[in-house]
T-cell receptor, first 112, second 114 residues
Framework: DAKTTQPTSMDCAEGRAANLPCNHS???????VYWYRQIHSQGPQYIIH???NNETNEMASLIITEDRKSSTLILPHATLRDTAVYYC?????????????FGQGTELSVKP | DVKVTQSSRYLVKRTGEKVFLECVQD?????MFWYRQDPGLGLRLIYF???????EKGDIPEGYSVSREKKERFSLILESASTNQTSMYLC?????????????FGSGTRLTVV
């Protein structure tokens, strides 16, 4: 049970912003939202994470709604190298600090 | 940067063989994980380890075992390989500090059981 819902696939034009949505309506107050991506034939790569405030780093921005039931990952200027499967993950708590449960992810295709 | 190294990128084994998949991380991470990835099923957790000598079953442990004798090394063992264990296997490690549990993944081992 991944606890998140994402669109199966999305397209984005090169140079434009890619906005990837994620629903996590059952998220608990102390659970973080993590985003990873997986480029073909490679292991997943960490992108960003957040609790309730919006976050930005050199790769992306993360916008979390006030009720925390959904979030959006923004790649501000998508390039062809951003073509990948993007996973939105809610950290499941356990007595050792939690484990990640991966869903199906969104396959983002950046097109010239 | 933290590196998680999986010993083989591609592996072909015969049905019934005992198979060892090795994973080593170089940053003293406490936690280590083994996932498998199959088309249409995403990543599924097989086993994980919070520390040396410790192991916990994930969601699909059947047919697998693990070993963590040293902090940096986490081995996945297929006791008797079967064709339904043909998959991409991903190892990950994680540091543990309050509020941030960053995972680093290896590049994966694509195992084919014939």
């Amino acid at each position: 049970d991944a606890k998140t819902t994402q669109p199966t696939s999305m397209d984005c034009a090169e140079g434009r912003a890619a906005n990837l949505p994620c629903n996590h309506s059952t998220i608990s107050g102390n659970e973080y939202v993590y985003w990873y991506r997986q480029i073909h034939s490679q292991g997943p790569q960490y992108i960003i994470h957040g609790l309730k405030n919006n976050e930005t780093n050199e790769m992306a921005s993360l916008i979390i709604t006030e009720d925390r039931k959904s979030s959006t990952l923004i790649l501000p200027h998508a390039t062809l190298r951003d073509t990948a499967v993007y996973y939105c993950i809610v950290r499941v708590e356990d007595n050792q600090g939690g484990k990640l449960i991966f869903g199906q992810g969104t396959e983002l295709s950046v097109k010239p | 940067d933290v590196k998680v190294t999986q010993s083989s990128r591609y592996l072909v084994k015969r049905t019934g063989e005992k198979v060892f998949l090795e994973c080593v991380q170089d940053m003293d991470h406490e936690n280590m994980f083994w996932y498998r990835q199959d088309p249409g099923l995403g990543l599924r957790l097989i086993y994980f380890s919070y520390d040396v000598k410790m192991k916990e079953k994930g969601d699909i442990p059947e047919g697998y075992s693990v070993s963590r004798e040293k902090k940096e090394r986490f081995s996945l063992i297929l006791e008797s390989a079967s064709t339904n264990q043909t998959s991409m296997y991903l190892c990950a490690s994680r540091y543990v500090r309050k509020g941030n549990y960053g995972y680093t993944f290896g590049s994966g081992t694509r195992l084919t059981v014939v």
